[in-house]
Every structure is written in C-alpha cells, then in structure tokens.
C-alpha cells in the first residue's frame, strides 16, 4: 500500500514536471507561434508543432529510463 502511494505521488510529481515543461517550452515560442497563425497555420498543425517535441523529450527520457531503471534493479 505504501508503495502503490509514493509510485502514485512519483506519477503525479512526473506530470507537474512535464506539464511545467511544456508550458515553459510554448511560452517562449509564442511569438512563433502567433507568426505561423498570421501566415495561415492552422490550429491543428501549430498544436501538432508543439506536441511533437513534447513527444521527442517524453520519448527520451522512457528510453533512457527503462534501461536504467532495469540495470538498477537487477544489480
């Protein structure tokens, strides 16, 4: 029971982080943004322009994280 509470508060800790990420990431290119709109990007393509890198960190850091997390755990 324990464990099931820190892996849930380690779930939620993960998602503020990524979502503070993110956040971060769209506000610095919000000038970016609001260019490629003027010059007829749609919705779709500029939400797509974002989740996409936001997919390429997630991605990362999955593949750096199994492989470490099972070298830890079988060590």
């Known amino acids: 029971m324990v464990g099931s509470f820190f892996g849930g508060l380690a779930a939620l800790l993960v998602a503020t982080g990524l979502y503070g990420t993110l ?7 919000t000038a970016e943004i609001g260019t490629r709109m003027a010059l007829g990007a749609q919705r779709g393509q500029v939400l797509w322009m974002v989740m996409r890198e936001s997919l390429l960190i997630s991605c990362i850091g999955i593949a750096t994280g199994f492989p470490s997390h099972f070298l830890v755990c079988v060590s």
Do not use: H, V
């Open 23 to 29: 956040s971060y990431r769209t506000n610095r290119r």
